[in-house]
T-cell receptor, first 115, second 111 residues
Framework: GAVVSQHPSWVICKSGTSVKIECRSL??????MFWYRQFPKQSLMLMAT?????????EQGVEKDKFLINHASLTLSTLTVTSAHPEDSSFYIC???????????FGPGTRLTVT | GENVEQHPSTLSVQEGDSAVIKCTYS??????FPWYKQELGKRPQLIID?????GEKKDQRIAVTLNKTAKHFSLHITETQPEDSAVYFC??????????FGAGTQVVVTP
């Protein structure tokens, strides 16, 4: 149990366009979902935390108007990178946790390349 | 906010030897400390975790120790094997919430 999927696994888009990444908990209800960004040879940096039905809480330095997060149900959260630029190219990973649980279950990640 | 420091950044060991990675954290309210293994291009995999009410936890060749007073925790891998080669991350959380990750340790196990 506790499987998290992400779609797409990789995406290439042109500069200035928007791209949406989906994160799904397949066999449990995810009260909270987290979005991370990981640049090559670096650590995971938390971008935002989202709870179902609430607005996401963004980390300092993350532009909420550029990285739109929607957590419409207990099994789905989406991250939309708007007006993407080459510097947004990165590995985006989501995670999900059950209600009042410590452990986070990670998705397989989405490799975004902006040309 | 929480700050997690991790050392060393790279660690080369001979197969069969032990590997130790150390992390320190700043927020005394942190009470959950997981360790992840990440292979290139893959998701982080939880390998072991510890909560603040426990000083040590072991699972086969992997163990974690926690010193709350000093605010540091360590990962110990014994009898290392080539398949242990990966990047290892420590993290800290104040519970039911966001994880702050360390910078990572590239472990290379040479046969």
């Amino acid at each position: 149990g506790a499987v998290v999927s992400q779609h797409p696994s990789w995406v290439i888009c042109k500069s200035g366009t928007s791209v949406k990444i989906e994160c799904r908990s397949l066999d449990f209800q995810a009260t909270t979902m987290f979005w991370y960004r990981q640049f090559p040879k670096q650590s995971l940096m938390l971008m935002a935390t989202s709870n179902e039905g609430s607005k996401a809480t963004y980390e300092q330095g993350v532009e909420k108007d550029k990285f739109l997060i929607n957590h419409a149900s207990l099994t789905l959260s989406t991250l939309t990178v708007t007006s993407a630029h080459p510097e947004d190219s990165s590995f985006y990973i989501c995670s999900a946790s059950r209600d009042r649980a410590y452990e986070q279950y990670f998705g397989p990640g989405t490799r975004l390349t902006v040309t | 906010g929480e700050n997690v420091e991790q050392h060393p950044s790279t660690l080369s060991v001979q197969e069969g030897d032990s590997a130790v990675i150390k992390c320190t954290y700043s927020d005394s309210a942190s009470n959950y400390f997981p360790w992840y293994k990440q292979e290139l291009g893959k998701r982080p995999q939880l390998i072991i975790d510890i909560r603040s009410n426990v000083g040590e936890k072991k699972d086969q060749r992997i163990a974690v120790t926690l010193n709350k007073t000093a605010k540091h925790f360590s990962l110990h891998i014994t009898e290392t094997q080539p398949e242990d080669s990966a990047v290892y991350f420590c993290a800290a959380s104040s519970g039911w919430g966001k994880l702050q990750f360390g910078a990572g340790t590239q472990v290379v196990v040479t046969p």
